[in-house]
């Protein structure tokens, strides 16, 4: 029998060395890939939608009525009204005006003029719109905006 004919001609050191990297390269490719296929923008759409049975059973005044930055708090109180539903409102008007939660403020013109209804409004659409669930928008309102309530003079 004759000689045997190598139809390749590369060393199999070369190809070792090769492999390594070409392996690298591979992963690195998919990593990229599943990283923008993955990779959320700064919306993310809602887990659970912000409606269902609400304590506070009246409707929100229209924005039409204000401007600015309270006309952007009535709108986004009539557009997640559980998520507000679900709020305690740390200006404490619970006490004073017996409102049932910060939904309440935006049925009247209570949320207009309260920059601490406001803030709390603002601060739980942007964690709602970054796709926390209603139980973490609670917590991060709480730890944001708690503070001691104002004691009362006898």
């Known amino acids: 029998m004759g000689k045997k004919s190598s139809k390749n001609n590369v060393p199999k050191k070369s190809l070792n060395k090769l492999a390594l990297p070409l392996f690298s390269l591979g992963i690195l490719v998919i990593l990229?890939?599943?990283?923008?296929?993955?990779?959320?923008?700064?919306?993310v759409t809602p887990v659970a939608p912000a409606t269902g049975t609400l304590i506070e059973t009246r409707p929100v005044l229209s924005d039409a009525l204000f401007t600015g930055k309270v006309a952007q708090a009535y709108r986004i109180a009539a557009e997640i009204p559980k998520v507000l539903d679900s709020q305690f409102c740390y200006c404490y008007c619970k006490q004073e005006k017996k409102h049932k939660t910060l939904?309440?403020?935006?049925?009247?013109?209570?949320?207009?003029?309260?920059?601490?209804?406001?803030?709390?409004?603002?601060?739980?659409?942007?964690?709602?719109?970054?796709?926390?669930?209603?139980?973490?928008?609670?917590?991060?309102?709480?730890?944001?905006?708690?503070?001691?309530?104002?004691?009362?003079s006898l």
């Open 32 to 43: 990229t890939g599943v990283f923008f296929v993955t990779k959320q923008d700064g919306y």
């Open 103 to 152: 939904l309440t403020c935006f049925t009247n013109k209570h949320g207009s003029k309260c920059e601490t209804c406001i803030n709390e409004v603002l601060y739980a659409y942007e964690m709602y719109k970054k796709g926390l669930m209603l139980d973490e928008i609670v917590i991060a309102i709480d730890k944001k905006f708690y503070r001691p309530p104002p004691h009362r």
